[in-house]
């Protein structure tokens, strides 16, 4: 055994499995012709202008102010980030579940539904979505979040985001690897100075490391994401625990308000942060469901408390070692941030029985850094440290289980 098993874990993981997945009926991709924000003297309008008459579900989320509107999987070719206007303060498209698309609108007060509805083709337009918006207080906000009576078209199916089936090897002896692309789908993350997107870095870095990994032939390999799609950051430490995960590896990219700051950095779980700025990262990263439109549950923080301070010190320390290990061989390969290993209340991190790390691989403020990070010669560096890094990690732990 590669992984302390706790049986607080292994409970913990049967918990967490219950999902619920429906299957969406085939249908032909809509095509997104236009996207349209309008602001009014009483309403904001949107308008999403597809070639065929889609199926929708609209609802609102608090805290921070959202809309959401899931779609069938459609063809979006533009960026949809950086379109504002009236109560409309910005959107974000992406594939939220592998069938459902997802679109945000953040929100920048409290506001309501005044109409959703549809036009025809016609004067030369094709379908047309209409999401009217009108401004309320908060009252009246959380009031409608809590009406489950959604508006909708030609109703979706209710589903969550399906956990990708962990690979049914029970007797392959090798320690098994999960890569966690950070953000995804709807949540771009960061976003560099020359527009590059942390969720297309990120999953760049995780599929290098992944072909890396499997080609030595010494590690089963689980992705979080091998695509682009929005996954709930439970869901990404869930996937480790059912895929008996031995170790957990997050890659992410960072920005700061400062170009100057340059560097990869690796983090830690703590509930105390090490500094102000892992406290403000961690607390950035953590804002990822509400990016992708999940409705977060008041429960979610107390039960993973509980969960970290009843497990077994093995894990954190575990993760801990690993990490130091990773501090050592990166900083022979790429420059690294000051006071390069760091800690804080990361939840993307918090299983509390795989050894876990999250890995900020530069920063895309950086101007120079982020064309830096964006070629072959670089990602090659980081996944030769990354994997140097685990394989001394197992054979250390694989030397302490003999002895």
């Known amino acids: 055994m590669y992984r302390v098993r706790s049986l607080l874990g292994l409970v913990a993981a049967l918990a967490l499995a219950a999902v619920c997945v429906v299957a969406a009926p085939a249908m032909a991709k809509p095509q997104v012709a236009d996207v349209r924000i309008g602001a009014h003297l009483e309403f904001t309008r949107f308008v999403l202008e597809m070639d065929a008459a889609p199926a929708y579900r609209v609802f609102v989320l608090a805290d921070p102010y959202r809309v959401v509107i899931d779609l069938p999987e459609i063809d979006w070719p533009a960026p949809a980030s950086g379109q504002k206007g009236g109560l409309i303060g910005d959107l974000r498209y992406g594939l939220f579940t592998p069938t459902t698309s997802r679109v945000v609108l953040d929100l920048t007060g409290p506001a309501r539904l005044r109409e959703v509805f549809t036009i025809p083709p016609r004067d030369g337009q094709g379908y047309r979505l209409v999401v009217d918006l009108e401004a309320t207080d908060r009252p009246t906000f959380l009031a409608d979040e809590l009406d489950r009576r959604l508006v909708s078209r030609q109703e979706l199916p209710r589903m969550r985001t399906a956990l990708p089936a962990a690979p ?23 976003i560099g100075v020359s527009g590059t997107y942390e969720k297309v870095l990120a999953l760049s870095y995780a599929q290098a490391l992944r072909d890396a990994l499997e080609q030595s032939g010494r590690y089963r390999v689980v992705m979080t994401r091998a695509d682009d799609r929005f996954i709930p950051l439970r869901d990404r430490y869930r996937i480790a625990e059912q895929a008996g995960g031995d170790l957990f590896v997050s890659l992410h990219a960072n920005i700061h308000s400062s170009g100057r700051i340059r560097g990869a950095s690796v983090y830690t779980l703590s509930q105390d942060a090490s500094d102000v700025e892992a406290a403000a990262l961690a607390a950035k990263e953590n804002k990822a469901d509400a990016l992708g439109g999940v409705e977060l549950s008041p429960h979610s923080d107390t039960v993973s408390h509980i969960l970290i301070d009843l497990m077994q010190t093995d894990t954190l320390n575990l993760s801990r070692s690993f990490a130091n290990m990773l501090v050592d061989t990166l900083g022979e390969r790429v420059k690294l941030l000051n006071n390069t290993h760091r800690f804080a209340g990361f939840a993307v991190l918090k299983s509390p029985s795989v050894p876990s790390v999250l890995v900020e691989i530069g920063y895309m403020s950086n101007a120079e850094e982020e064309r830096q990070l964006k070629t072959k010669a670089h990602r090659a560096k980081v996944t030769d440290g990354l994997v140097a890094s685990i394989e001394r990690f197992f054979k250390l732990q694989t030397a302490m289980h003999n002895n």
């Open 168 to 190: 049914a090897v029970p007797s392959d002896p090798r320690p098994t690897v999960v890569i966690d692309a950070g953000h995804g789908g709807v949540d771009p993350g960061a």
